[in-house]
C-alpha cells in the first residue's frame, strides 16, 4: 500500500512539473502522449482553442483539425510521428481550427523522455499562429489563397526563409505567383519596413542594363541631364527583386555576380564606389541548371542565386484551391454576389491551367461580364476548357480516378461542417471517404499510409 501512495505521489509531482512547464510558455502549449491524447494544456491554448470536451481523452488530430484518424493517415504530414522517429523536435506548417475558424500555425514538437530508460514518454506541442502570411478564406486580406498540400509545402518553405538573410530562388511556370510570394518573404523579413523593389528582367534593354542597376550621374553620356538613382541604391536596407532572372543576357551577368560577390557597385560615370546593402530574391520560369548546362547561364552567378530555392506548385497541382481562389478573384473584381456552379467548378479541376493563376484569373473575368443570372455554368467559360480542347503540354483527358480525387480535394478546401456529414452528402461511408481522403496523396508517397486496407478505418 505505501508503495502505492508513493507511486500516485510521483505521478502528481510530474503533473505539477508539466503544467508548470506549459503555463511558463507564451504560445498555445499542450501535453500529449504516445496515443496522440492531450493530457494537460496551459492557458493561451484554453482561451484560442477551447476547453477539451468531456468525456474520453481528445485526440490532438480531432481537436486541432476535426479528423478521426492522424494526421499522417489524412494526408498531412505529422509532427508528433516525426518527433518520435528522429528523438528530437520537429516542426510543420498546419491549418487548426480555433474560436475565430481555420487558421495556418507553426506546430513545433519536442519529446519528454524517461531518464532512466530514454523511452518517449510524451511531447509538447506548442503552437505558433502565422499572422499575414497566408488566407484559408475570401475574406482575408492576405494575397496568398490556398490549402492544398503542395501549396503548404511551398509556404513551409517561405516562413523558413524569409527571416534569414540567404539568397531565395523562385522557381515556377509563368502565372504562379512569384510576385506575390516574393513580397511575402520581404513581408516577413527583418526588412519589412524597408523598400521592395522589384526589376522585370525581360524588359530590360542590354544596353541599359547597368545604368538602371547602379544609376549614373549626370553627364555621363548623352542625355544624362541630372543624376539617376539606381535600383540598388532605391532598395537599400531592403529587397531587390530580379524577376525572370533568366532572360538576363551574358554579358550583363557577370556584372550582377561583381555586385553579389563584393556588394559594392559604382554608378556610371562616377570614380566613386558605393556599398550595397539589400536582400536578394530572384524568380524565373525556365531551367537554370539545363541553361549552365547549353552555355546560356553562368554557373558561378547560378550558384550564387539559388542558396535557397522555393519551387511555386502549379494550379493543376492543387486543384482544391481553386474554389477559394475563384472566390477571392470575384471579391477584387467586386462581383461577389456571383457563384460557380458545381458543375462549373468540376470543369475547372479538369483543366490543366497552362497559364495557371492568371489564366484562372481571365477565366473568372470573363465570367463575370457573361452570366446574366447570379451563378456561373459551364456554357460562360471558354470553349476550350468545356471541350477538353489542348493546347496544353499533356494529354486532358484525365481517369475517372484523377477527376475523383480532384473533385474530392476542391469539396474538401470549401467544407466547412464535420466529416460524418460530409460523407452523407456525398453518399458514401464515414469509412470510406476517410480511405478516400488518406489515398489523395498517397502517389506521391506523402500520405504515411500502411499496405493494410485497414489502416484508415474509423476507430
Known amino acids: 500500500m505505501h508503495e502505492s501512495t508513493d507511486k500516485n505521489d510521483s505521478t502528481l509531482v510530474a503533473a505539477d512539473f508539466a503544467q508548470g512547464v506549459l503555463d511558463s510558455l507564451v504560445e498555445p502549449a499542450i501535453l500529449i502522449n504516445r496515443d496522440y491524447e492531450v493530457l494537460l494544456s496551459n492557458e493561451a491554448y484554453r482561451q484560442r482553442y477551447g476547453l477539451l470536451l468531456k468525456g474520453p481523452h481528445r485526440k490532438c488530430y480531432q481537436i486541432s ?23 528530437g523536435r520537429a516542426r510543420t506548417l498546419h491549418i487548426h481550427h480555433s474560436h475565430e475558424g481555420q487558421e495556418y500555425v507553426n506546430v513545433e514538437m519536442w519529446p519528454i523522455k524517461d531518464p532512466n530508460s530514454e523511452d518517449i514518454l510524451y511531447f509538447i506541442e506548442q503552437i ?18 490556398g490549402v492544398s498540400l503542395p501549396f503548404r509545402n511551398m509556404l513551409d518553405l517561405v516562413q523558413r526563409v524569409a ?5 531565395v530562388l523562385l522557381l515556377g511556370e509563368t502565372g504562379t ?29 542590354e544596353s541599359l542594363f547597368e545604368s538602371e542597376l547602379f544609376g549614373y550621374v549626370k553627364g555621363a553620356f548623352t542625355g ?25 543576357p551574358l554579358h550583363d ?4 555576380l ?14 566613386n564606389w558605393f556599398n550595397a546593402d539589400f536582400r536578394l530574391i530572384c524568380a524565373t520560369n525556365r531551367n537554370l541548371k539545363e541553361m549552365v548546362e547549353q552555355g546560356e547561364f553562368r554557373a558561378d552567378l547560378y550558384y550564387r542565386l539559388s542558396v535557397f530555392e522555393v519551387i511555386l506548385p502549379a494550379l493543376r497541382e492543387r486543384v482544391e484551391d481553386i474554389p477559394l481562389l475563384i472566390d477571392r478573384m470575384l471579391d477584387e473584381l ?40 447570379q451563378q456561373v455554368l459551364p456554357r460562360h467559360l471558354p470553349a476550350a476548357v468545356v471541350a477538353g480542347d489542348i493546347e496544353q503540354p499533356e494529354p486532358g483527358i484525365l481517369s475517372l480516378a484523377v477527376q475523383e480525387q480532384q473533385y474530392l480535394r476542391a469539396v474538401l478546401a470549401r467544407w466547412r461542417g464535420d466529416r460524418k456529414t460530409l460523407a452523407a452528402q456525398l453518399g458514401v461511408s464515414e469509412r470510406v471517404l476517410y480511405r478516400k481522403i488518406a489515398a489523395l496523396d498517397s502517389d506521391s508517397g506523402k500520405a504515411g499510409l500502411s499496405n493494410d486496407p485497414s489502416a484508415a478505418d474509423v476507430p
Open 65 to 87: 483539425h476535426r479528423y478521426e484518424v492522424p494526421c499522417d493517415q489524412a494526408g498531412e504530414s505529422c509532427p508528433l510521428q516525426t518527433s518520435y522517429e528522429t528523438r
Open 128 to 145: 505558433f499562429p502565422v499572422e499575414e502570411m497566408v488566407a484559408v478564406d475570401a475574406n482575408s486580406p492576405s494575397p496568398l489563397v
Open 163 to 167: 527571416p534569414s538573410t540567404a539568397n
Open 177 to 205: 505567383g512569384k510576385d506575390l510570394v516574393a513580397q511575402t518573404i520581404h513581408r516577413l523579413s527583418a526588412r519589412a519596413e524597408r523598400p521592395f523593389v522589384p526589376v522585370e528582367c525581360t524588359g530590360l534593354p
Open 224 to 248: 544624362a541631364n541630372s543624376d539617376k538613382t539606381g535600383l540598388v541604391e532605391a532598395a537599400e536596407g531592403g529587397t531587390l527583386f530580379l524577376d525572370e532572372v533568366g532572360d538576363i
Open 253 to 256: 551577368q557577370v556584372k550582377l
Open 258 to 271: 561583381r555586385l553579389l560577390e563584393t556588394r559594392r557597385y559604382r554608378k556610371v560615370g562616377s570614380p
Open 334 to 373: 467586386g462581383a461577389s454576389e456571383l457563384t460557380f456552379a458545381p458543375e462549373t467548378i468540376r470543369q475547372l479541376c479538369g483543366w490543366r491551367f497552362p497559364g495557371n493563376i492568371r489564366e484562372l484569373r481571365n477565366i473568372v473575368e470573363r465570367a463575370t461580364l457573361l452570366a446574366d443570372d
